[in-house]
């Protein structure tokens, strides 16, 4: 799990990033947990699972995905307790010690569950509008993540998408594609370089998604 002061630090972030994105977030009613349902269909496809061919994991998207189902977490999380950060860091933090869940009757020990079936009931809950944390603790290491990993690609993808925000990407003028690079690939250059322990951190990054960014 993560630590207490990077949860709280994932929380804030991701509150100020869908604030940036619309300040009454909280109200709008926007479908958190139906992203979650797209974004773990995905990941179920980044894993293969069709058994009538054969299929090579993409490890690396995986691992997006789950990143990027931490971030649809977090809001959902947040809109259920209405902002708070501390009632929703000790909701998160009691939640992390399950081990069986129930949906619809039937008991899932999370133990006794691979990867795709993990997602599946990730799935699940969500289209009802439910979350786990241990559910998710349990998929990372399916997909060979730690939370410190997590930790890493979220605070880069959560400054990467302020910088987007700030360099036009709701108006459709951002531009993705940095000297034939995906911004993402640049993110993940940048993140193998910085110091994820400094409380500048955010700014570091920013500055050199800045310093990178072909359109000045």
């Given at each position: 799990m993560l630590t207490s002061t990077q949860l709280s630090t994932t929380l804030t972030m991701q509150a100020a990033m869908n604030a940036k994105v619309n300040e009454n977030w909280l109200t709008m009613g926007f479908a958190f947990c139906r992203a979650i349902v797209v974004e773990g269909t995905e990941a179920i496809e980044h894993h293969g699972w069709k058994w009538w061919k054969a299929q090579d994991k993409e490890l690396a998207q995986l691992q997006m995905e789950l990143v990027d189902i931490w971030h649809f977490m977090l809001s959902e999380y947040l809109v259920q307790f209405n902002g708070d950060i501390h009632k929703t860091q000790t909701h998160i933090e009691h939640q992390s010690s399950e081990k069986v869940i129930t949906l619809d009757g039937k008991e899932f020990e999370l133990s006794k569950l691979n990867c795709v079936e993990s997602l599946e009931l990730l799935i699940g809950l969500a289209a009802v509008r439910r979350l786990n944390v241990a559910l998710f603790d349990s998929l990372l290491s399916l997909c060979e993540m730690d939370w410190d990993e997590l930790f890493k690609q979220y605070v880069g993808k959560n400054v990467l998408n302020f910088f987007r925000q700030d360099h036009g990407y709701k108006e459709g003028t951002y531009e993705k594609f940095?000297?034939?690079?995906?911004?993402?690939?640049?993110?993940?250059?940048?993140?193998?370089?910085?110091?994820?322990t400094k409380e500048s951190i955010q700014q570091d990054i920013y500055r050199q998604l800045k310093a990178a960014y072909p359109i000045k």
């Amino acid at each position: 799990m993560l630590t207490s002061t990077q949860l709280s630090t994932t929380l804030t972030m991701q509150a100020a990033m869908n604030a940036k994105v619309n300040e009454n977030w909280l109200t709008m009613g926007f479908a958190f947990c139906r992203a979650i349902v797209v974004e773990g269909t995905e990941a179920i496809e980044h894993h293969g699972w069709k058994w009538w061919k054969a299929q090579d994991k993409e490890l690396a998207q995986l691992q997006m995905e789950l990143v990027d189902i931490w971030h649809f977490m977090l809001s959902e999380y947040l809109v259920q307790f209405n902002g708070d950060i501390h009632k929703t860091q000790t909701h998160i933090e009691h939640q992390s010690s399950e081990k069986v869940i129930t949906l619809d009757g039937k008991e899932f020990e999370l133990s006794k569950l691979n990867c795709v079936e993990s997602l599946e009931l990730l799935i699940g809950l969500a289209a009802v509008r439910r979350l786990n944390v241990a559910l998710f603790d349990s998929l990372l290491s399916l997909c060979e993540m730690d939370w410190d990993e997590l930790f890493k690609q979220y605070v880069g993808k959560n400054v990467l998408n302020f910088f987007r925000q700030d360099h036009g990407y709701k108006e459709g003028t951002y531009e993705k594609f940095w000297n034939g690079k995906e911004d993402n690939e640049v993110l993940s250059a940048i993140l193998n370089e910085v110091d994820l322990t400094k409380e500048s951190i955010q700014q570091d990054i920013y500055r050199q998604l800045k310093a990178a960014y072909p359109i000045k």
